[in-house]
């Protein structure tokens, strides 16, 4: 996997007293957010680290971010990243690359996403690590806020294969997690995106959870998404969806 060969690549030791300064690393005023919450702006890049888009594999304080994680944390001497978070225990898929920088270890923020499975999201320059109980609390109002909290809920992963995935695979996503887009956003029949979707005569929830996805399949392609443009797709929902 390209996700395990870039963490791969980026080894080095990790325990403090083996660390050997062999590398460059270049300062970022990045600002690096859990929830609504600042916890740094500082974050380090290898000089010879892969030029990206987004900050995701530059390097954060390990105990700043367990800190306001309330997470407890450490790595092996085969650079396995353990976390005790909310009364789980979490190991990490891949070695994890670590610094040392002013005696302090420093690892991908990726890390954190692949290991405690809480999605990344970068907005302009700044870095967002969202937690369950931030997202099971945001429930939109219309479908282009849908989108945007998709856009946050998701892992970077699965926006990349919900954008690439033909109708047929975006069928198996629905049925997959349609029973939490019900009970997340859309249980209740107060709630506005409900109504949003009963104003146009479409009642069954199954099927308006089908249709933010889809909708928001077709925002990440830049195509139309609105809600007109969702439930009149060609090859919109089948009956037995």
Same mark, same amino acid.
């Given at each position: 996997?390209?996700? =395990?060969?870039? +963490? ?18 270049? $300062? #970022? ?11 740094? @702006? ?19 304080? +390990? ?15 085969? =650079?396995?990243?353990?976390? *005790? ?16 920088? @002013? /005696?302090?270890?420093?690892?991908? #923020? ?6 405690? $499975? ?23 109002? *219309?479908? %282009? ?24 695979? #975006? ?8 029973? %939490? +887009? ?20 479409? /009642? ?10 889809? =909708?928001? $399949?077709?925002? +990440? @392609? ?9 439930? *009149?797709?060609? %090859? =919109?929902?089948?009956? @037995?969806?």
């Amino acid at each position: 996997m390209l996700i =395990g060969l870039l +963490l791969n690549s980026l080894a080095c030791q990790t325990k403090t007293n083996d660390y050997k300064p062999i590398i460059k690393l270049e $300062h #970022l005023d990045v600002a690096v957010y859990i929830n609504d919450t600042l916890i740094t @702006n500082n974050l380090y890049r290898r000089e010879d680290a892969y030029s990206l888009e987004d900050n995701f594999l530059d390097y954060v304080n +390990l105990d700043i971010v367990c800190y306001y994680l309330k997470a407890s944390c450490e790595i092996d001497n085969n =650079g396995i990243l353990y976390i *005790t978070y909310q009364n789980e225990f979490y190991d990490s898929p891949f070695p994890v690359a670590s610094l040392l920088v @002013n /005696n302090q270890i420093y690892v991908p #923020l990726l890390a954190f996403e692949l290991t405690l $499975h809480l999605p990344l999201w970068q907005e302009d320059s700044a870095v967002y690590l969202l937690t369950d109980n931030y997202l099971t609390s945001q429930i939109p109002v *219309t479908l %282009d806020e849908a989108y945007i909290l998709l856009d946050k809920l998701c892992l970077s992963s699965v926006r990349r294969e919900l954008k690439q995935c033909s109708l047929e695979e #975006l069928s198996i996503y629905h049925r997959l997690t349609k029973d %939490d +887009l019900c009970e997340a956003w859309l249980a209740s029949d107060d709630e506005e995106i409900v109504k949003l979707f009963q104003s146009v005569g479409i /009642n069954d929830k199954e099927r308006m959870s089908y249709y933010v996805l889809l =909708g928001y $399949h077709l925002y +990440l @392609n830049d195509e139309p998404c609105q809600l007109e443009d969702v439930i *009149t797709y060609p %090859d =919109g929902l089948v009956d @037995n969806q």
